[in-house]
């Protein structure tokens, strides 16, 4: 397989991994009235990856505005809240609420209406060797 043939084959490849798992996804959060990119935030503060949103700005690598906008909707749906750090009063810490905990749990493990497969079952089927 030359240079040329072995980059189509990657391209192809990524798509459709790409494509499968965002199917997966957006039929899986469309219940809960959120985004795939608010999932990934409740996601990445369910395995606590980030703590406030200056720490989801660096991860993600998006304008702040953008974070804060995606925070003020899961904080309206009730699935986030946001409290003073004890140690630094200009810290806010950014929390799932009990709702937004369970939200995410069923996102990650339940298959959505109409899908095949939930977003960790895609992932062992098409990501594990």
Same mark, same amino acid.
Not at 8 to 24: E, L, N, P
Not at 81 to 96: C, F, K
């Given at each position: 397989?030359?240079?040329?043939?072995?980059?189509?084959?990657?391209?192809?490849? *990524?798509?459709?991994?790409?494509?499968?798992?965002?199917?997966?996804?957006?039929?899986?959060?469309?219940?809960?009235?959120?985004?795939?990119?608010? *999932?990934?935030?409740?996601?990445?503060?369910?395995?606590?990856?980030?703590?406030?949103? &200056?720490?989801?700005?660096?991860?993600?690598?998006?304008?702040?505005?953008?974070?804060?906008?995606?925070?003020?909707?899961?904080?309206?749906?009730? *699935?986030?809240?946001?409290?003073?750090?004890?140690?630094?009063?200009?810290?806010?810490?950014?929390?799932?609420? &009990?709702?937004?905990?369970?939200?995410?749990?069923?996102? &990650?493990?339940?298959?959505?209406?109409?899908?095949?497969?939930?977003?960790?079952?895609?992932?062992?089927?098409?990501?594990?060797?």
């Amino acid at each position: 397989m030359n240079t040329d043939q072995a980059m189509t084959a990657f391209i192809d490849s *990524y798509f459709r991994a790409v494509k499968g798992f965002t199917a997966a996804l957006q039929a899986a959060v469309s219940p809960y009235q959120i985004s795939f990119e608010q *999932y990934q935030i409740m996601r990445d503060i369910a395995v606590e990856r980030v703590q406030t949103l &200056t720490d989801i700005v660096k991860l993600r690598g998006v304008t702040k505005p953008a974070i804060a906008r995606q925070i003020s909707s899961l904080l309206r749906l009730g *699935y986030v809240e946001q409290n003073t750090a004890n140690e630094d009063h200009r810290r806010r810490l950014i929390h799932l609420t &009990t709702t937004g905990a369970d939200v995410e749990r069923i996102i &990650t493990a339940t298959p959505a209406s109409g899908s095949k497969s939930s977003p960790n079952t895609w992932v062992t089927a098409n990501w594990h060797s």
